[in-house]
């Protein structure tokens, strides 16, 4: 029997992470819930088929879209997956979502792979998602965090570049693999986007 998908997220789960976009709205960042299945699939219908292909490389159902991002593949304490969600709401709305995978054969380097809605692309959703995913990384010994962008993507590789992090690129065909440097957190910078408020330890 697979684990429960949101083992892993656990000792994070009371360490809610709060940030704002660029026009100041506010924004939380949590782990996956169990109950998070009817936000996920709300957030995945909300997504255009170009964000999705983005993302996934191909074609998806909306259901596979949820299931990946709920965390349906067998799971263990080396896989974290958040969601960002508006704040200061009665129904919050799931925003953004974002994981990573350690690697099996460098305990110091993980895969991420993040997804944004439509609707908030471009705003510093992303980079909030970036902030708080290397700072969970950290805690687990994770130095560097390695993304594969389809080169049409230039949204996800503005906010690799923009984050603040120090990262390099190489290009294989028509994919970018993007690696990066997580050991310290940017300091705060208006031209790296915005900053998480919530407090969590380094």
């Given at each position: ?19 704002g976009l660029r026009d100041g709205t506010p924004v939380r960042l949590r782990t996956v819930r169990p109950g998070d299945r009817a936000g ?70 993980a895969e991420a792979a993040f997804l944004i809605a439509d609707a908030f692309q471009g705003r510093g959703a992303g980079t909030l998602l ?73």
């Amino acid at each position: 029997m697979s684990e429960d998908p949101t083992v892993a997220n656990r000792e994070f789960d009371e360490e809610v992470l709060y940030g704002g976009l660029r026009d100041g709205t506010p924004v939380r960042l949590r782990t996956v819930r169990p109950g998070d299945r009817a936000g996920v699939l709300a957030f995945v219908r909300r997504l255009s088929i170009d964000s999705l292909e983005l993302r996934f490389f191909s074609a998806v159902s909306l259901e596979s879209a949820a299931d990946e991002v709920l965390g349906s593949r067998p799971t263990g304490p080396e896989r974290v997956s958040l969601v960002a969600e508006t704040a200061g709401a009665s129904s919050p709305e799931i925003i953004g979502h974002a994981e990573f995978v350690r690697s099996p054969v460098d305990e110091e380097r993980a895969e991420a792979a993040f997804l944004i809605a439509d609707a908030f692309q471009g705003r510093g959703a992303g980079t909030l998602l970036l902030r708080a995913l290397a700072r969970v990384a950290r805690r687990r010994g994770i130095r560097r965090l390695e993304a594969v962008v389809l080169g049409e993507n230039q949204c996800m590789l503005d906010m690799f570049t923009g984050a603040g992090y120090p990262h390099s690129t190489r290009w294989l065909g028509s994919e970018a693999h993007v690696e990066i440097d997580i050991d310290r957190e940017p300091p705060i910078d208006a031209r790296w986007g915005p900053n998480l408020t919530g407090a969590a330890s380094t």
